[in-house]
């Protein structure tokens, strides 16, 4: 099955640092999507992107939807250990059809 | 937020046996689900779309004999995983759009283990 190229595939980060990770697709979407994944949980939706150029933020986090619609990023800003965890970007056509995910981001926070 | 909740969230069999899972949309309506697997840190891979009133559509490689999938109502979709193979264990999510095209929620997921 497809899959979107999303990197880095895993980051080690001293508290109080910004993290940036980035997905990337050969097609276009028109939702784009990060989640958060726990160990053994189902991923939890951190923010959505619907807009070409959208950039949204949700308390320290912040992504933007890029304007070729190929592309997204993800920034966290002051981490914190609780930020440890999988990041997965996603990308979705239309509302009813299924997500399209990436590799994965697995970030450790150092205290 | 809605919520869509999965049974069992883990569960152990014996190779040969059937595994039935399912997936709940507890308080939206749901005429599509999809089913997910995850094998270990791997990301998550779409196996079906589940249909209400009407068959499943599988990807390419899932075998529809194998994992068959039953969306009898407009909020329960059940995979049952048909003469389990220890490669058949995986972590099996499922996913909920609500009605008509709305934001997909995801279930707690189900930790299948064939021994």
């Known amino acids: 099955g497809q899959q979107l190229n999303q990197s880095p595939q895993s980051m080690f980060i001293q508290e109080g640092e910004d993290v940036s990770m980035n997905c990337t697709s050969s097609s276009i979407f028109n939702t784009w999507l990060w989640y958060k994944q726990d160990p053994g949980e189902g991923p939890v939706l951190l923010i959505a992107l619907y807009k070409a150029g959208e950039l949204t933020s949700n308390g320290r986090l912040t992504a933007q939807f890029g304007i070729t619609r190929k592309d997204s990023f993800l920034n966290i800003s002051a981490s914190i250990p609780s930020d440890v965890g999988i990041y997965f970007c996603a990308g979705q056509l239309t509302g009813n059809t299924p997500l399209v995910f990436g590799k994965g981001t697995r970030l450790s926070v150092i205290a | 937020g809605a919520v869509v909740s999965q049974h069992p969230s883990r569960v152990i069999c014996k190779s040969g046996t059937s595994v039935k899972i399912e997936c709940r949309s507890l308080?939206?309506?749901?005429?599509?689900m999809f089913w997910y697997r995850q094998f270990p840190k791997q990301s998550l891979m779409l196996m079906a779309t589940s249909n209400e009133g009407s068959k499943a559509t599988y990807e390419q490689g899932v075998e529809k004999d194998k994992f068959l999938i039953n969306h009898a109502s407009l909020t329960l979709s059940t995979l049952t995983v048909t003469s389990a193979h220890p490669e058949d264990s995986s972590f099996y999510i499922c996913?909920?759009?609500?009605?008509?095209?709305?934001?997909?929620?995801f279930g707690p997921g189900t930790r299948l283990t064939v021994t």
């Open positions: 308080d939206f309506q749901a005429t599509t």
């Open positions: 996913s909920a759009p609500e009605d008509p095209a709305g934001e997909q929620y």
